[in-house]
């Protein structure tokens, strides 16, 4: 075995490197001959006992010597699907269920294939394996593409197109786009195929890939063949020619060939096709080539023959093109040779024949014209349930979207009702606290208005107000209501001698004590500068006598030790009791204020009282007038 090099040790790590890459390489499913040398390395790597990778080779080399024995193929094929089903390998069984499909499809058993490649494409998609799923819809888009099966054909490659570029196989995606394009030249769907074909054109030059270009080129040559633009399908085919002639490929350069005498016999430049079709058929020699590469030169030869005139020899190679065409032949080439023949024997003058060939050109058309029909059916309703479904998914899409606008606006309206009530119910304890407030300050300003600021005890107005009540009180059940007048005696040398501020405090405290020494029922307000007033109401002269000395005897007693040391003060007091004859609060008043007058003439600190009036009342004075301030407005006498 010379060449060949020495196989390597068993490796699981080295085997599954080595089988990702050939895996990935683009492969001729027909036949795998050639890369048997990879297979045998990779069979070597394979750990003895190791099933599972076993199982791959098998899977991954299934269809070696297709083309020598389809039959035994197919045998080694089934019993792979057997190991892959119980190892439940989806790789190795779709696989397998390729190979079997291709065997199948070797021995012209399509509708058995396609149902084979079904199993291989389900397997692969069930495993996720995008790249061998493509692979099978191509595999099964070629065998439904060769039955006539153009539209389910193209709907495969579109759903492999679609999975590559979804997954990112650009490579795969690519490669795809020449089988799509045939799809659709077949469908009549030129400018999609033409678009197709100048894309995996560029693909396939990007990637060195003469032989794909090579088929871009004649397909692009068939493709405005079809569309009766023969001078425009002159330059691919002179392209693709040169590329096979360059690749030494005798079967691509008779194609490329045949395919340039059609379009020069349409353009009338007979001689030209002889010409192309007799370089073919000495590129070809006398070898058998498969495919139909030769009844397409014959037919050609036969088609330049008849426009040079030269119609026996035309009919002599349709004759012998409709001996070698079987029935199962592509309905395209039938009725294009019937064409021709028939148009040739009428030019022999075999009218009858030519006759029997034009019905039969027109059988084959219509057959042809309802196969079209029946393939463009299927399409449209394909892509109408696509739509339909596209459509549907839109429409739930739409749905799903409003509902979920609804929910967030049903959201947002109870979020802003939530903020509405805490927002009312803020609101209200804020007007409560402002209520409040208000009832708050309203009675402090009616203590402000009633009260002395200095003191804190009644000014003059509530003492009226208090006074008068109190003496329609005590008249039913008559009831006695006295009155003491008080006044600080000598306070301007107090204020001389210590202060303004001192003055105020000595008022204060003054103000303190004589409360400290009236009950609850009495009101003591402050009517003047240093003057105090009381009201003790269900008191009589005597008993009022009694207070008036516990009220000077409190204030005879004040300590301002901490504030103005050597600091004593005394307070002269009058006091009146209500008679009959008094008509208001201000005549008692005044009657106490004598007293009072009298107590500081008979020398201060002393209680006087109006029943000891030795004056008859000449000394009473009338109440002095409210002061704006209480400084300054003294109604005692000095
Ligand atoms: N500190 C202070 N002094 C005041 C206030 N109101 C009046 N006075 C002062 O009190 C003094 C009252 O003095 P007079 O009316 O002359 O009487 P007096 O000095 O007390 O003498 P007699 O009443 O005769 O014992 C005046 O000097 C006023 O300015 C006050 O609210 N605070």
């Given amino acids: ?341 028939a148009v040739s024997l009428e030019a022999v003058g075999r009218h009858a024949d030519a006759f029997d060939g034009y019905r039969r050109v027109l059988a084959a058309q219509t057959e042809l014209d309802a196969l079209a029909r029946a393939q463009q059916e299927v399409l449209m309703r394909h892509r109408f349930d696509i739509e339909r479904h596209e459509l549907e998914h839109r429409r739930l899409a739409a749905d799903r979207t409003l509902r979920d606008q609804q929910l967030a606006a049903q959201h947002r309206a109870r979020h802003w009702r939530s903020v509405t009530l805490v927002a009312s119910v803020v609101l209200v304890l804020l007007l409560a606290v402002l209520g409040l407030r208000q009832v708050r300050r309203g009675r402090t300003l009616q203590t402000l208005a009633m009260t002395d600021p200095l003191t804190g005890v009644a000014n003059r107005r509530s003492l009226e107000r208090f006074a008068a009540l109190a003496i329609a009180d005590c008249r039913s059940p008559p009831r006695p209501l006295s009155v003491l007048a008080l006044d600080v005696d000598h306070f301007k040398r107090i204020n001389d001698r210590y202060g303004h501020a001192t003055g105020d405090a000595v008022l204060r405290e003054v103000a303190a004590a004589c409360r400290r020494e009236l009950r609850q029922a009495d009101l003591l307000g402050r009517t003047g500068g240093e003057e105090f007033v009381a009201v003790l109401p269900g008191i009589g002269r005597e008993a009022a006598r009694g207070v008036a000395e516990r009220l000077r005897a409190a204030v005879a007693g004040l300590d301002f030790g901490d504030t103005a040391l050597g600091l004593t003060i005394t307070a002269s007091l009058g006091v009146a009791e209500q008679c009959a004859q008094d008509t208001d609060f201000r005549t008692v008043v005044q009657r106490a204020d004598r007293a009072l007058y009298r107590a500081k003439r008979r020398g201060r600190d002393r209680v006087e009282c109006d029943a000891d009036d030795d004056d008859g009342g000449a000394s009473a004075r009338p109440m002095p007038p409210a002061p704006a301030t209480p400084i300054g407005a003294s109604a005692a006498a000095t």
């Fill in 1 to 341: 075995q010379e060449g060949h090099e020495a196989l390597p040790a068993p490796s699981p790590a080295a085997f599954d490197t080595l089988f990702s890459t050939i895996d990935a390489q683009p492969r001729d499913h027909a036949d795998t001959r050639a890369r048997m040398p990879e297979f045998t390395r990779l069979r070597a790597l394979v750990p003895p006992g190791d099933e599972s990778r076993l199982l791959r080779v098998d899977a991954l080399q299934c269809g070696v010597g297709l083309y020598e024995d389809a039959a035994r193929v197919g045998v080694e094929a089934q019993a792979l699907v057997e190991r892959a089903r119980r190892r439940d390998d989806g790789y190795a069984l779709s696989r397998a269920y390729y190979c079997l499909g291709n065997a199948r499809s070797a021995q012209h058993d399509e509708r058995t294939s396609i149902a084979d490649y079904t199993q291989g494409i389900e397997a692969a998609r069930r495993a996720g394996l995008v790249v061998l799923h493509g692979e099978g819809l191509a595999l099964r888009a070629a065998t439904l593409s060769a039955i006539g099966e153009h539209a389910v054909a193209l709907i495969d490659l579109t759903e492999a197109q679609r999975e590559y570029e979804r997954t990112g196989e650009t490579t795969h995606a690519e490669r795809n786009l020449l089988g799509l394009a045939v799809a659709y030249r077949r469908m009549g769907e030129f400018d999609a195929a033409l678009d197709h074909l100048v894309r995996a054109e560029h693909a396939a030059r990007r990637r060195s890939d003469l032989e794909t270009t090579y088929t871009t080129l004649l397909q692009q040559g068939y493709l405005l063949f079809d569309r009766g633009a023969y001078p425009e399908s002159i330059g691919p085919l002179r392209q693709a020619l040169a590329i096979a002639e360059r690749q030494r490929d005798p079967g691509n350069v008779a194609y490329a060939l045949a395919a340039l005498a059609a379009s020069e016999v349409r353009i009338g430049n007979h001689t030209q096709a002889l010409a192309s079709v007799e370089r073919a058929q000495a590129r070809l020699g006398s070898e058998a080539h498969g495919g139909g590469v030769d009844m397409l030169v014959h037919l050609r030869r036969g088609e330049a023959l008849a426009g040079l005139g030269r119609h026996h020899e035309a009919v002599a190679e349709f004759d012998g093109v409709m001996a070698e065409l079987g029935d199962s032949d592509n309905p395209r080439y039938i009725t294009m040779l019937h064409r021709a023949r």
